[in-house]
């Protein structure tokens, strides 16, 4: 299959809380899995990427962690705020190549 | 820093009319693709293009669909005779040769009436 699972679609957090977006893929040849914010009207932002050579990264608040043997990856947000309010859209490809698209979470941070 | 750009921002069109969307990939990248999202929806792939020709395209680019590299910069998006169903934003997009991370262009929404 080349389609890539996201959970949960919507997901309402209380401000300063953490966020967890989890993604599934069967494409075992995938190796570039990056994850993208997107406003109401605006371009796909990426806001963090992961290889497959690593299982885990961070930058500040955002972390991806990978599992390549279960084929899932995950998005993590700490500390919350009301900004990260948008849609998120994990994403997988190879080599580059053409991305393939989960179905989005909505995320609402609470204030 | 380079970015992507889209022309126009916003189609109308009239059903079963032509319409073509533009695109300005970053100068040294070789990889562009065009990508759409229906409204509410997930981004859907649409056709990857390299060395002048296409390199793979889905399900969703039939024969109404065309792309072109016209000239050394623009990348362009033809829909033949548009359908109502073909109302979503288009996104372009592109990568340097050996990397991984797409750039996006800001988009063009698409209204077909």
């Known amino acids: 299959g080349e389609n890539v699972e996201q959970h949960p679609s919507t997901l309402s957090v209380q401000e300063g809380d953490s966020a967890v977006i989890k993604c599934t893929y069967s494409?075992?040849?995938?190796?570039?899995f990056p994850w993208y914010k997107q406003e109401l009207g605006k371009r796909p932002q990426l806001i963090i990427d992961?290889?497959?050579?690593?299982g885990e990264k961070k930058d500040q608040r955002i972390a991806v962690t990978l599992n390549k043997t279960a084929k899932h990856f995950s998005l993590h947000i700490t500390e919350t705020q009301p900004e990260d309010s948008a849609v998120y859209f994990c994403?997988?490809?190879?080599?580059?190549?053409?991305?393939?698209f989960g179905a989005g979470t909505i995320l609402r941070v609470k204030s | 820093e380079p970015e992507v750009t889209q022309t126009p921002s916003h189609q109308v069109t009239q059903m079963g009319q032509e319409v073509i969307l533009r695109c300005v990939p970053i100068?040294?990248?070789?990889?562009f693709y065009w990508y759409r999202q229906i409204l509410g929806q997930k981004v859907e792939f649409l056709v990857s293009?390299?060395?002048?020709?296409?390199?793979?395209k889905s399900e969703i680019f039939d024969d109404q669909f065309s792309v072109e590299r016209p000239d050394g910069s623009n990348f362009t998006l033809k829909i033949r005779s548009t359908k109502l169903e073909d109302s979503a934003m288009y996104f372009c997009?592109?990568?340097?040769?050996?990397?991984?991370?797409?750039?996006f262009g800001q988009g063009t929404r698409l209204t077909v009436v």
């Open positions: 997009a592109s990568t340097r040769q050996g990397g991984t991370e797409a750039f």
């Open positions: 494409d075992s040849a995938s190796n570039y």
């Open positions: 992961i290889r497959s050579n690593v």
């Open positions: 994403a997988r490809s190879r080599y580059g190549n053409k991305l393939v």
């Open positions: 100068s040294n990248h070789l990889y």
């Open positions: 293009f390299y060395n002048n020709e296409i390199s793979e």
